[in-house]
């Protein structure tokens, strides 16, 4: 069985008021449920904004830190989900389905290479 990374990408910004994203993650938490009852759930994380997040990149042997998100851009990775999946059809299932309960948030499904 192979481990694959279902990326949800949001807009910049803020959240939506609670009473959009209460019944979003609502129903997010039951496909987490039927994934972990399948055995295809391995861990799920949310990130926080990318504000808060550090570049190190290597200029001649030494790390260069840069405050915020890498790239500028109007969308940014809000979450992560790693699943098991016998191949990648069924990866694209839990992810399809994922996208259904998010939408119109885009998932990214990509292998993980060990």
């Given amino acids: 069985m192979r481990q694959y990374l279902l990326s949800i990408y949001q807009p910049d910004g803020p959240p939506p008021p609670p009473e959009v994203l209460e019944p979003i993650m609502t ?17 799920a994380v949310g990130l926080h ?4 997040a550090t570049v190190i990149r290597d200029r001649d042997g030494e790390p260069t830190l ?7 851009g109007k969308e940014h990775m809000g979450g992560f989900t790693v699943i098991n999946a016998e191949d ?15 939408a119109p948030l885009a998932i990214e499904v990509r292998p993980i290479q060990w």
Avoid: I, Q, Y
Wanted: hydrophobic share 45%; charged share 25%; proline share 7%.
């Fill in 49 to 52: 904004p990318p504000a808060s």
């Fill in 66 to 72: 840069t405050d915020g998100p890498f790239t500028e």
């Fill in 88 to 102: 990648l059809d069924a990866a694209l299932d839990w992810g399809s389905r994922m996208a259904k309960v998010l």
């Fill in 27 to 43: 129903e997010l938490g039951k496909l987490n449920e039927e994934m972990k009852a399948a055995g295809a759930w391995v861990f």
